[in-house]
């Protein structure tokens, strides 16, 4: 049997895979990671003390020059709904509509400036809403301390204005309550979720906002009005209902600006625009192009506006208010301040110097950000944070020469004028390059790497799809479908190697490894099709048989159109945000139909029936055959096991009705004692009960009789492991207070059984490794006498276990039946659980495997984790039956649906072990089973966590190899039944029957073929549905919910599927290892 | 014979339609306020209740599995008896069913149970009025090759039909669209009885383009 090629075969595909995700990550993930730092008021960035004297009480860093602010953010008020265009004959309905905005900027020139808004993409309401107070560009994901919460973590405006003791009152958007907990002052939020409500956030801020304003207990007032975005959502911006918002947004402000005092400053801004559609979250230019407005009652700028509105980047208004107010900028800020507003009244020179020395402050924080992140990360380029820091600081040595000279007063004014210019342009320089360095590495998506990587996942699962058909037919697979493919890759990899080492670039891991991965496809493809033209002319020689094959061909399209079908469908849901969203109904939806036209479909063929004998052909009825029963009581279960495993969700939030399942709360948080010590009770029951299922089903076939270290682990260490489990949940669910003195025990003890736990699963699958076989051997025949007489080649070779094996079957049973008749045994070796071999590894390793992951999940889950063993039982069974009632069915071959209805079950528990694909969702606390709260890697509590995510695809695919094995296993029970029918010829057929598993050891090469081919089905099925999210995410890069709903399900599905192909690879290898050790206890038993 | 037999399917299936069509018009000019959306439930009565007593009629007329022996009246009497019990099953099976397939168990059992009476009036109620009680016979026409007239073909391609649009019924229930059909069970028995509608018109048709392809069997 050719074990490496297959697993070889089995890694490279799965590397592509990994290659083209990687790819299509790197385009479209955005990263970034979160600094813990903040920034105070006695930081040494601020100016030379001369300057510092002269700082009025309250201030920090600079004076400040307004006590109160106002920050109305219109959610996406764009551009071109702010500008007033007076000449405009015919407005559009979103146009002109703003029209006291463009009264106060013509009257008073100097008081009000309209500017254009520029956001960075992604144009999320949440990112943005980040972007505009940390001053920073937030991506999808912020890498910072802890996921579990939205809430920022990074230093911000609030946070900044909250530790200087100023008030922070916010009305409106309640995103911004999940983004700041606890830091207002006083707080009015309205629910941001329903789309099609355009009133209710609005109408509620009015309510409060005027007599807030008008009672003066704030000094920073926030209010995010959301019906302009939501209008934009359900009706579009060029609408009447648009135009009506509009003016409500305008009588508002007309309102609001009656109400504001002298010291306070008026900034009205939209966080993002829209698209003609009313869409926003990409990077088009209608959706970055937002509008800003600022005004106060005193003087703000130095001089009139320009012809054209300015535009400024939106994080430019973080340092901008932050200084005004004299709070320190937050220390993640990489805008610039708008030096405009900080000129004050004096003359030219004042004004200069003025703005000069907020830019030094903004200059310096900004370097010390930079310097702080690039000791962290390495994704800003290193020659271009070079190149920023020599700009830096030659501007600030010039800075301290400048001032040293206005100090001494050398300077006359003309000149000092143009050197004071220049400095303030060399810092602008600074800081726009230093933001167009973190823009380009953290704002942008990759378009080309988004499609390379999408391409290399469907060149893959094409490649799979190709492979498995290919793999039965041909002769030397493995030489032209992997080795001429491999050495290309490698090939491509030496070369762009060289290349790299000759133009002496750096070294981009990923790029090189996706191109190696292409051109390995590529070869693959290219040996492929080299040998399909001689197959083609191969078949035109025969025409007859050419359209034979045409029309089973034909056929067989069709057969596959059903479970492909579901497939598709499953494929095409996750296009659509709301399927996404109700997957967890989706799957096991799709799942029963699957089975339900399975069933179906045999009926319809004709093969539940018995064959028509000439009596019933005359009466025209038929009748079902006795296995139909058992199939119908088999897919009723299928359902039930569904069905009842919908009742461990854990509910997303855009479900609002949605109340998450009372199972996935641990039991410790149960007031009812009787209910939690019931539910407890429950629980270790089924979990013995489980146990005693798998010892029982190894019982029957044999493989718990040995006296094996292994069968010794699984009679007595399985119920250790219960016990330990056991005593575990009764330790971490119980109250704490009830306990008082062995406080100190129980907190041992919450550490110490699950670690016996781990220790015992990993001592179990050791053992598992070590000595995979459960066969129990009783060799009764004389030290003399040989099993197989004629036998006499050379032991050990490989043509002879061939002969060999069923030679030893058959005397096993003549063996068992002699004693059983006759009474006298003659010399021939029993072996027990032989027939199972490879199913019992598997299974054992499956039991052991859901012990660790059923202890990281809280103790209710249990259930649904028998459940899962329960519903996958029921599935391998269906499976067994309706290839049994399907007939002709190539043994080796495992048909599509099978292969499609585990994966929907493993989708299915996906959801039903309490998981969703957000964030939120994930059960941290799976990272502290048997820690204390410590933890010193990082890798642990991945691994953990992760296992507890991924567990149903850990369990459906390492189970996988038995979708194969399971019908051989459950041979015996049919030829037994048939056994009294037939009268004749039973002996020597029985004999055949009864090989079981050892029918795949008969031919080794169809055996390995028939593993490849499995893996290869399994990962195209998976690698479609990858495929699938894959396209969706970059497709709809720029719908509203692409970073709530998309891109996180994309990354749940690339990560289940890197898990899943790995734990299916060890599944393979698994029955790899079982078949070595049959191979070595045959020839054991020859040589001896 | 062959064509005459077709033209008689058609008429009898196109007359099943209308009766479907006049189900959701008529009522609203003896009831106010009656629409298929807004009273959903009582539509779901009418329209079984209607669909019901006409294909029973339909098929007291037709007659198009004339029985070889003629019957006792008691055998009528527990034929019918047998038939009432049949429909009940089967809607209890349906819903069921439904329930498996992730209906609410609980809430709203009134709409479920007759939207299962619904699937039952398009599915096993054909089956009852055309082959009877007589489980073997039903094995018999689902199957291929089972038909052995084009009223047993008809009947496959209806069944199948509703059965399927209540299964596609089902895919625009998690749309966020907030339309009044996509509450349970409207979206679905809307799609069952476009499916069966589609059915009976499609059947005769199908029949005629094939009509060279089959074959029955005697008997």
């Known amino acids: ?1088 | 014979m062959k064509e005459a037999a077709i033209r008689r399917l058609l008429a009898a299936n196109l007359l099943c339609v209308l009766s479907v069509v006049l189900t959701a018009v008529v009522p609203a000019f003896f009831w106010d306020g009656f629409t298929v959306l807004g009273t959903h439930l009582t539509w779901l009565c009418i329209c079984s209740g209607c669909v019901s007593t006409f294909n029973i009629l339909l098929h007291l007329v037709l007659k198009p599995n004339l029985s070889p022996k003629r019957s006792s009246f008691a055998h009528k009497i527990s034929r019918f008896l047998k038939c009432c019990i049949y429909f009940f099953m089967s809607c209890i099976l349906f819903h069921a069913i439904i329930v498996l397939y992730g209906a609410p168990l609980i809430e709203s059992v009134t709409e479920t149970f007759l939207f299962a009476v619904l699937l039952s009036t398009f599915t096993t109620l054909q089956c009852l009025c055309m082959l009877g009680p007589n489980i073997q016979a039903w094995i018999r026409v689902f199957s291929k090759n089972g038909a052995m007239s084009i009223w047993e073909n008809s009947l496959q391609i209806t069944t199948m039909c509703t059965i399927f649009g209540a299964w596609f019924g089902a895919f625009p229930i998690p749309l966020d669209w907030d339309r009044p059909w996509q509450v349970w069970p409207v979206s679905c028995s809307l799609g069952a009885t476009f499916g069966y509608t589609a059915g009976l018109i499609i059947a005769p048709l199908w029949i005629h383009w094939n009509r060279k392809q089959l074959t029955y069997k005697s008997r």
């Not at chain 1, 201030?59 to 007076?86: M, T």
Request: hydrophobic share 45%.
């Open chain 1, 1 to 1088: 049997m050719q074990r490496w090629p297959v697993l070889l075969f089995l890694a490279w595909v799965c590397l592509l895979f990994f290659a083209g995700i990687g790819l299509f990550m790197s385009g479209f993930l955005l990263t970034r990671i979160e600094l813990a730092s903040s920034s105070s008021c006695s930081d040494p960035l601020v100016p030379p003390p001369w300057e510092r004297q002269s700082l009025p009480l309250g201030s920090c860093w600079a004076p400040q020059r307004f006590s109160k602010a106002v920050l109305v953010i219109i959610d996406a008020l764009s551009f071109e709904f702010a500008r007033f265009n007076p000449t405009k004959a015919s407005p559009l309905p979103y146009e002109n509509k703003l029209s006291f905005l463009h009264h106060l900027a013509t009257s008073q020139p100097r008081h009000a400036r309209l500017y254009r808004f520029r956001a960075d993409p992604p144009t999320a309401t949440m990112q943005r809403i980040k972007g505009l107070t940390t001053g920073s560009l937030p991506t999808f994901i912020d890498v910072g301390s802890n996921f579990a919460t939205y809430a920022i973590q990074e230093d911000n405006l609030l946070a900044q204005l909250v530790q200087n003791g100023r008030r922070v009152v916010f009305m409106g958007d309640d995103t911004w309550e999940g983004l700041f907990p606890k830091k207002f002052f006083r707080s009015y939020f309205f629910p941001s979720f329903n789309v099609k409500d355009l009133h209710t956030v609005d109408d509620g801020i009015m309510q409060h906002l005027y007599p807030t304003v008008d009672s003066g207990e704030w000094d920073m007032l926030i209010a995010h009005f959301l019906g302009v975005d939501h209008c934009g959502h359900k009706h579009g911006p060029d609408h009447p209902e648009m135009a009506k918002k509009l003016t409500q947004m305008n009588e508002m402000l007309r309102s609001l600006v009656d109400h504001l005092g002298n010291d306070t400053l008026l900034l009205v801004a939209g966080d993002h625009g829209m698209t003609d559609t009313g869409d926003h979250g990409g990077d088009s230019e209608k959706e970055v192009n937002a509008a800003l407005f600022v005004y106060s009652r005193t003087p703000l700028f130095g001089t009139g506006p320009p012809e054209e509105p300015e535009a400024v980047a939106q994080v430019n208004l973080v340092p901008t208010v932050a200084l005004l107010l004299g709070v320190p900028i937050p220390y993640s800020n990489i805008g610039e301040v708008m030096a405009e507003l900080f000129s004050g009244d004096g003359d030219a020179v004042s004004a200069a110097l003025q703005q000069l020395s907020v830019y030094h402050i903004n200059a310096k924080q900004v370097d010390r950000f930079l310097h702080s992140y690039s000791l962290v990360a390495q994704d800003l380029p290193a020659e271009q944070l070079q190149h920023l820091q020599e700009l830096f600081s030659s501007a600030v040595e010039e800075h301290s020469q400048l001032l040293a000279q206005v100090q001494g007063s050398t300077l006359v004014p003309p000149e000092l004028e143009s050197r004071l210019g220049s400095l303030i342009s060399r810092f602008q320089l600074y800081l726009r390059e230093a933001r167009a360095v973190c823009t380009q590495s953290w704002a942008r998506f990759h378009p080309l790497r988004m499609v390379g990587g999408c391409t290399l996942i469907a060149a893959s699962c094409l490649l799979c799809y190709v492979a498995s058909e290919l793999a039965a037919s041909s002769d030397c697979f493995y030489r032209s479908c992997l080795l001429y493919p491999l050495i290309w890759g490698l090939v491509v990899t030496v070369l762009l190697g060289l290349a790299h080492a000759f133009t002496q670039e750096g070294l981009d891991l990923l790029l090189m490894s996706s191109w190696a991965a292409a051109a390995s496809q590529l070869g693959f493809f290219w040996h492929w099709w080299g040998r399909h033209p001689k197959r083609a002319r191969l078949a035109g020689s025969q025409p007859p048989l050419a359209s034979i094959g045409l029309r089973q061909r034909l056929r067989e399209w069709l057969g596959l159109a059903f479970p492909m079908g579901i497939l598709l469908f499953r494929c095409g849901a996750m296009f659509s945000d709301s399927f996404v969203v109700a997957e967890a109904r989706v799957a096991p939806f799709l799942l029963a139909s699957l089975v339900m036209l399975l069933v179906g479909k045999l009926h319809w063929d004709g093969r539940l029936t018995v064959p028509e004998g000439p009596k019933q052909q005359l009466l025209g009825f038929s009748s079902y055959r006795r296995e139909i029963w058992y199939l119908l009581c088999l897919v009723a279960m299928l359902l039930v096991c569904v069905r009842l495993s919908g009742f461990f969700h854990q509910c997303r939030e855009e479900i609002l009705q949605c109340r998450p399942s009372l199972f996935l709360s641990p039991l410790a948080s149960l007031r009812n004692t009787r209910a939690k010590n019931l539910f407890y009770l429950l629980c270790v029951a089924l979990l013995a009960g489980l146990v005693y299922a798998v010892r029982s089903w190894l019982r029957r076939y044999g493989n718990l009789n040995s006296s094996d270290p292994l069968v010794l682990f699984v009679r007595w260490g399985f119920p250790l492991v219960v016990l330990c489990i056991a005593c575990y949940w009764a330790v971490a669910s119980s109250a704490d207070d009830s306990l008082g003195k062995l406080q100190e025990l129980v907190q041992v003890a919450v550490v110490a059984f699950p670690w016996a736990v781990y220790g015992l699963a990993s001592v179990g699958l050791l053992l598992l490794l070590c000595n995979p076989m459960t066969v129990f051997a009783k060799d009764t025949r004389e030290s003399a006498g040989s099993i197989v007489t004629p036998y006499l080649g050379v032991p050990g070779s490989e043509v002879n276990f061939l002969h060999v094996i069923p030679q030893i079957y058959k005397r096993m049973q003549e063996s068992q039946k002699s004693c059983l008749e006759r009474g006298n045994c003659r010399a021939t070796i029993a072996a027990y659980g032989l027939g199972s071999v490879y199913s019992a590894a598997l299974v054992i390793a499956l039991t052991l495997l859901g012990f660790l992951l059923m202890l990281l999940h809280s103790e209710r889950l249990s259930l649904a984790f028998l459940l899962l063993f329960l519903e996958a039982f029921v599935l391998l069974h269906i499976h067994t039956r309706a290839r049994g009632l399907a007939g002709d069915a190539e043994p080796f071959s495992v048909p599509w649906y099978a292969v499609i209805s585990w994966l929907l079950a493993a989708s299915q528990f996906f959801y039903s072990t309490g998981h969703q694909p957000i964030f939120p969702a994930i059960h941290w606390n799976a990272a502290f089973v048997g820690f204390h709260l410590d933890h010193s890697t990082k890798l642990l509590p991945a691994v953990l966590v992760g296992a507890n995510t991924f567990a149903s695809h850990i369990l459906f695919a390492v189970g996988c190899p038995l979708l194969l094995l399971w019908p051989f296993v459950c041979e015996m029970p049919n030829s037994q039944r048939k056994k009294p029918k037939k009268e004749s010829r039973e002996e020597l057929q029985e004999v055949e029957e009864h090989m079981m598993e050892m029918r795949l050891r008969e031919s080794p090469e169809k055996f390995s073929t028939a593993l490849l081919q499995l893996g290869l089905k399994y990962l195209f099925v998976l690698g479609t549905q990858l495929l699938a999210c894959v396209c969706a995410a970059m497709i709809l890069r720029r719908h509203l919910m692409v970073w709530k709903v998309f891109a996180p399900k994309f990354l749940f599905e690339s990560l289940g599927f890197m898990v899943s192909s790995i734990c299916l690879l060890l599944g393979i290898s698994l029955v790899m290892r079982v078949d070595c050790a049959v191979s070595t206890w045959f020839s054991q038993l020859q040589l001896r």
